[in-house]
């Protein structure tokens, strides 16, 4: 059966430190991945989607970046965190061709200070 | 730009009193839509979905949801809640073609005992 990892659950960092969160995916191959981010009472909005190794798709401008190192890696990262970069991050990832449903991570909460 | 709709934010039900929870959807054409809950601590999980036909669909934990085009709707019900449905719901949509998932800004039910 496949699984999701994210690590690490939840990180506290200072304004302009770097940052860097991890998802991978277990049981499965060429999974389109996603990366989102939840903040209480407006849903999810996506940051990022793959669709394979190199292919990244930005959905919102921002500080943050995607890469796509391996098959079933999926690497969130920003240069210098500002503060509105605080919530919870979600990795998903969906076998595409067809299928759209996806299948969440259990999330990191980032804490900027 | 397509986008989902729960009008509801929050709701407060007793125990083995019926649910029923609204998502309306904006875009026309071809869709896939989706119910995904998140019980406290836990990870985002598929409660159901349509893709195509019978537009009434059953999904886990007795949790059915109707799909009714000319309304652009997929309302969530459960004939009888229990206490462990206190989860927030979370309605969702992708257009056929798309491998991105829209979804609305959630709903927050309570049950109480």
């Known amino acids: 059966s496949q699984t999701i990892h994210q690590w690490p659950a939840t990180l506290v960092q200072p304004v302009g430190s770097p940052l860097s969160l991890e998802c991978t995916v277990e049981?499965?191959?060429?999974?389109?991945l996603y990366w989102y981010r939840q903040a209480a009472g407006r849903g999810l909005q996506l940051l990022f989607y793959s669709v394979g190794i190199g292919q990244i798709s930005s959905e919102v401008p921002q500080n943050l970046s995607a890469s796509r190192p391996q098959d079933r890696q999926f690497i969130l990262s920003s240069k210098k965190l500002l503060l509105s970069d605080s919530g919870f991050y979600l990795c998903?990832?969906?076998?595409?061709?067809?299928?759209?449903?996806?299948?969440f991570g259990p999330g990191t909460r980032l804490t900027v200070t | 730009a397509q986008s989902v709709s729960q009008h509801n934010h929050h709701v407060i039900l007793s125990e083995a009193a019926s649910l029923e929870l609204g998502c309306n959807y904006s875009?026309?054409?071809?869709?896939?839509l989706f119910w995904y809950v998140q019980y406290p601590g836990q990870h985002l999980q598929l409660l159901l979905k349509y893709f195509s036909g019978d537009p009434l669909v059953k999904g886990i934990k007795g949790f059915e949801a109707e799909f009714i085009k000319s309304k652009f709707s997929f309302n969530l019900r459960k004939p009888s809640v229990q206490w462990s449905d206190t989860a927030e719901y979370f309605c969702a949509v992708a257009n056929t073609g798309f491998q991105k998932l829209v979804f609305g800004t959630g709903t927050r039910l309570l049950v109480s005992p």
């Open positions: 875009y026309g054409g071809t869709v896939n």
């Open positions: 049981g499965t191959s060429n999974p389109n």
């Open positions: 998903a990832w969906s076998p595409g061709q067809g299928s759209y449903e996806q299948y």
